[in-house]
């Protein structure tokens, strides 16, 4: 058998070398962490729920009826009763439409693989909007998560990067409007924006699908976010602190 010509992201100090690529990776990461959740694990079984477990609270223990799923949707996928399970344990969340009765617990997340970030392209007349330090609903990609960063490119007129937010919570259906999305959260504004001109003449970023797609599109940017980091705070130091969190060394 051939080996695979790259492999999974490196857990710096987790119980795995690599990030799981399996449900399996996910209930033997699960057992690692279930202490840290105040989690008594009373049963795991081959049936739907995988996991039945009792939580330590303020007022007794809790019955947790718990799934796992590598990514999120897969429970969706099997066609799983939500009525039926209190939790899902995943690597990966990737259900905007989750069940509101229904916790996921994303250990991506909780072994440090923490945020994506994306470009969303902006159009005059909502960016206003974007003068607010909360915005309480803003449409979304689908596969974004909590925390993710989120670069506003603003096409007209001044095509650029000009403000820096973070996503404030999961992404969801609207029951306003049609699309999915969520509350966003101001880090900073760009008082030097980076400009899409910057970007088509940087050697690295000028080879990026959203550089040559003309920034059409909510595009997930997170391979050059060393790049775009390295112009945003080379332009703007004094956000540089208010960025530390999301500094690339901490993409993997």
């Known amino acids: 058998m051939s080996r695979p010509s790259t492999r999974p992201q490196i857990l710096e100090g987790g119980p795995l070398r690599y990030a799981p690529e399996n449900e399996l990776g996910v209930v033997f ?5 279930a202490k840290k959740w105040r989690l008594r694990i009373e049963q795991i079984r081959p049936g739907f729920p995988d996991c039945i477990a ?9 019955r947790l009826r718990i799934e796992f799923e590598f990514r999120s949707k897969n429970f969706k996928v099997q066609r799983h009763s939500a009525r039926g399970c209190d939790w899902i344990v995943c690597w990966e969340h990737n259900w905007p439409g989750v069940p509101k009765r229904l916790q996921v ?14 470009i969303l392209p902006v159009r005059k007349k ?21 925390d993710d960063i989120l670069l506003f490119y603003y096409t007209h ?7 820096v937010f973070r996503l404030g919570g999961e992404v969801r259906p609207s029951k306003r409007w049609k699309f999915i999305g969520g509350p966003i959260h101001k880090i900073a504004d760009l008082e030097a924006p980076i400009f899409f001109k910057d970007m088509r003449r ?19 940017a997170t391979e050059y976010w060393p790049y775009l980091y390295e112009k945003i ?18 993409l993997a």
Do not use: M
């Open 105 to 118: 617990k994303e250990l991506r997340r909780h072994f440090g693989l923490g945020f994506n970030v994306w």
């Open 202 to 220: 940087d050697r690295i970023l000028s080879t990026a699908g959203f550089v040559r797609a003309q920034i059409r599109g909510r595009r997930n």
């Open 54 to 62: 009792y939580q330590r609270t303020d007022r007794g223990e809790k």
């Open 29 to 33: 990461l699960f057992s690692h962490v």
């Open 157 to 163: 007129p001044d095509t650029c990067i000009k403000n």
């Open 233 to 250: 705070v080379g332009r703007n130091p004094s956000i540089k602190r208010k960025l530390a969190k999301y500094a690339p060394e901490r």
């Open 126 to 146: 909502y960016q206003n909007l974007l003068k607010d330090r909360v915005v309480e609903w803003w449409s979304l990609p689908s596969r974004a998560s909590k």
